[in-house]
Nanobody, 120 residues
């Protein structure tokens, strides 16, 4: 199983970026998918999560600015980031709780991380 993230880059304050993360491999089922971010010298923090049924959870710092969504048919999760601030600068990681074919147990998988830089 692999998670491939894309869509990071440079944005100006107030701008927008959209991150995508596609899961591939021998997947039976995906439960929660989410995005985390990490700044050097700090712990990785939750940005947003979404269940297979579409329930969402956001960090207070991004509520009203970021929107998480998913396409279950494509095993893909998205993060639409609007009204970006310099403090949103970080490496963003996607994660997913996945059950592989032949198993009913879920394990957590991580993508490789994508850099988001917000600067004028």
């Amino acid at each position: 199983v692999q998670l491939q993230a894309s869509g990071g880059g440079l944005a100006q304050p107030g701008g927008s970026l959209r991150l995508s993360c596609a899961a591939s491999g021998s997947i039976r089922s995906i439960d929660v998918m989410g995005w985390y971010r990490q700044v050097p010298g700090h712990e990785r923090e939750l940005v947003a999560q979404i269940t297979s049924g579409g329930l969402t959870n956001y960090a207070d710092s991004v509520k009203g600015r970021f929107t998480i969504s998913r396409d279950n048919a494509k095993n893909t999760v998205y993060l639409q980031m609007n009204s970006l601030k310099p403090e949103d600068t970080a490496v963003y990681y996607c994660s997913a709780k996945i059950s592989v074919r032949g198993s009913y147990f879920y394990s957590n998988y991580w993508g490789q991380g994508t850099q988001v830089t917000v600067s004028s």
